[in-house]
């Protein structure tokens, strides 16, 4: 018996350093995380904060600026592969590993006889309970590529925003602009930062719906179709385009349309008017 059940604790043994061995996904960094970190924490304390402050022209101000900034993006994203190398193994420890030690317990049932059996077999039950209770979470499996995704899209944009600024001399902007920008960046690849992102979007796309909506109780689905068309056209992004807008009205009047613009393109009675001056956009003839 004791022979039996030393055999089954080293099969448990072995399937869990099996299931750990394969949690980690990741290759080897060429140079460790410690060493990439000591080369660059210097841009992160104040002795170069102040050189910037001190320096005698733009020129100056803004490489140091660059090199600050340069730094602090190139340590924010080894601290994000970081994070997500984390996560992942731990996602996938928590179904590998769970799925190991239920067969290493299943197989010990089969091995061990009497009360000892039992008793693996109701481990066995509890922790396929436990895997059932992970996997109907699904947050590892579904919830976190999705939010990984929506993190790395982010990260982009703000990039977009702090690369675009480098570009421009220090007046236009600052280091401390850098920095507030950094920490968007920061907070762009987090969970909380993924979760509010998806939000927004998801207001953002619910307000559109409804307006569409509305426009389709108001005048029916043809009319709205195009009447939307043509409000995105003339306020793309919700923000009025004033040359857009008064070529449309000089398009009005030379087409012996009376209607200002606004209520032209939400006159239902307008229809082919509206169909045609889309028609007359999309061939560049209202630009």
Not at 58 to 81: V, W
Not at 141 to 165: H, S, Y
Not at 215 to 236: C, H, Q, R
Request: with cysteine.
């Amino acid at each position: 018996m004791k022979k039996k059940l030393h055999c089954t604790f080293l099969l448990i043994t072995a399937l869990g350093l099996v299931s750990c061995a394969s949690t980690k996904g990741f290759p080897d960094r060429v140079v460790s995380v410690d060493e990439e970190l000591t080369y660059l924490r210097p841009y992160f304390q104040k002795v170069e904060v102040d050189k910037y402050y001190t320096a005698n022209n733009d020129d100056a101000r803004k490489r140091i600026r660059d090199d600050i900034i340069n730094s602090r993006i190139a340590g924010i994203d080894i601290e994000f592969s970081q994070f997500q190398q984390g996560l992942h193994e731990l996602g996938v420890s928590l179904n590998v590993g769970t799925d190991a030690v239920m067969l290493g317990l299943g197989a010990a049932g089969a091995l061990a006889s009497g009360g000892t059996s039992q008793v693996l077999s109701a481990a066995s039950a509890a922790v396929t309970g436990l895997k059932g209770s992970i996997d109907k979470n699904a947050f590892y499996e579904q919830a976190m590529p999705a939010l990984f995704a929506k993190m790395i899209a982010k990260r982009k944009a703000v990039l977009v925003n702090i690369r675009t600024g480098l570009l421009q001399p220090t007046s236009l902007y600052p280091l401390q602009q850098g920095i507030a920008d950094l920490e968007e960046y920061r907070y762009a690849g987090t969970i909380p930062g993924a979760i509010s992102a998806v939000v927004q979007t998801a207001g953002a796309e619910s307000a559109k719906a409804d307006s569409q909506l509305s426009g389709i109780m108001n005048y029916g689905f043809e009319v709205t179709k195009d009447s939307i068309a043509l409000k995105e056209w003339l306020s793309p992004e919700g923000v009025r385009n004033r040359q857009r807008w008064n070529n449309l009205k000089k398009w009005l009047e030379e087409n012996n349309i009376s209607d200002d613009v606004a209520s032209f393109m939400d006159a239902p009675e307008r229809r082919v008017q509206i169909k045609q001056a889309l028609d007359a956009i999309n061939k560049g003839l209202i630009n």
